[in-house]
């Protein structure tokens, strides 16, 4: 099982669309969990870290179930700015902080 | 806004010979990391340094890899006798402490063996 594992997409979705974006992760010990997005040949971009309680950035919205070892991402009124991969990470507790990613979600939003 | 920077953008190399790959992180950052990413494929962790010395290491980080912080500002990755297989986008991240897991990313230098 991959550790961290996200459809591929592409969403492609029209301007003001809502579009959701699921992820999961196979290590239960997986303490930190965030979104980046990355645009083409450029590096990730920190987009928002993702809490138990869940959080809400503007038009972006995160939620972490542990006990099902999921993550999401709720973008509402998608601009065309938004087109972009959406990266699901994790942070496993240890000494390195090393972060796990997914393979990204390809978002394309059109006019 | 404080960003890491990486040079060079682009790195032109032939197999067997040494690159050194370059970063300054976020001034005030005390942990460094680097990742790559082969085209099309997911963005992989390399290795991790704190207080001068490695705190973790992934398996792709062998013995032809090397990092260093040569100054109160540098960090930089040496790949000592590069494959063809090492060409791919090498991205330098920083962040504030350990306990802070939210990682910046540079831009990144792209590696090219040919």
């Known amino acids: 099982r991959k550790e961290v594992e996200q459809d591929p997409g592409p969403f492609n979705v029209p301007e003001g669309a809502t579009v959701a974006f699921n992820c999961t992760y196979s290590?239960?010990?997986?303490?930190?969990f965030f979104w980046y997005r990355q645009d083409c040949r450029k590096e990730p971009k920190l987009l928002m870290s993702?809490?138990?309680s869940g959080n809400e950035d503007g038009r972006f919205t995160a939620q972490l179930n542990r006990a099902s070892q999921y993550i999401s991402l709720l973008i509402r009124d998608s601009k065309l700015s938004d087109s972009a991969t959406y990266l699901c990470?994790?942070?496993?507790?240890?000494?390195?902080?090393?972060?796990?990613f997914g393979t990204g979600t390809q978002l394309k939003v059109e006019l | 806004e404080p960003e890491v920077t990486q040079t060079p953008s682009h790195q032109v190399t032939q197999m067997g010979q040494e690159v050194i790959l370059r970063c300054v992180p976020i001034?005030?950052?005390?942990?460094f990391y680097w990742y790559r990413q082969i085209l099309g494929q997911k963005v992989e962790f390399l290795v991790s340094?704190?207080?001068?010395?490695?705190?973790?290491k992934s398996e792709i980080f062998d013995d032809q890899f090397s990092v260093e912080r040569p100054d109160g500002s540098n960090f930089t990755l040496k790949i000592r006798s590069t494959k063809l297989e090492d060409s791919a986008m090498y991205f330098c991240?920083?962040?504030?402490?350990?306990?802070?897991?939210?990682?910046?990313f540079g831009p990144g230098t792209r590696l090219t063996v040919t």
């Open positions: 991240a920083s962040s504030e402490r350990r306990s802070s897991y939210e990682q910046y």
């Open positions: 340094f704190y207080n001068n010395e490695i705190s973790e």
């Open positions: 990470v994790v942070n496993v507790a240890g000494g390195g902080n090393k972060l796990t």
């Open positions: 993702v809490y138990s």
């Open positions: 001034s005030n950052h005390l942990y």
């Open positions: 290590n239960s010990a997986s303490q930190s």
